[in-house]
């Protein structure tokens, strides 16, 4: 959840004269939907999701959306 919130909190910050509006399909080759669990309060499992799908809406005028589809059966965790 932190690596996509921090994702999105990037994207939100790239000025928006250097994007024009529309709708823009997400390159599973270029994204990571990544996660990091405590296990015992010792250490922590971390991992990734190897197949996803989606879209940003983007409109200048703030009313942008993003529409993310995660395949759960792709988990890694190594």
Do not use: C, Q, W
């Not at 296990?39 to 190897?50: A, E, K, P």
């Amino acid at each position: 959840m932190n690596y996509l919130l921090s994702s999105l909190l990037f994207t939100s910050a790239v000025s928006s004269a250097a994007v024009r509006e529309g709708a823009y399909k997400i390159d599973p080759d270029h994204t990571n939907i990544g996660f990091e669990v405590s296990h015992l309060g010792i250490s922590f499992v971390v991992g990734r999701f190897n197949k996803m799908s989606g879209t940003v809406n983007f409109t200048p005028n703030g009313a942008s959306s993003v529409t993310v589809e995660i395949d759960i059966a792709s988990i890694d965790t190594k």
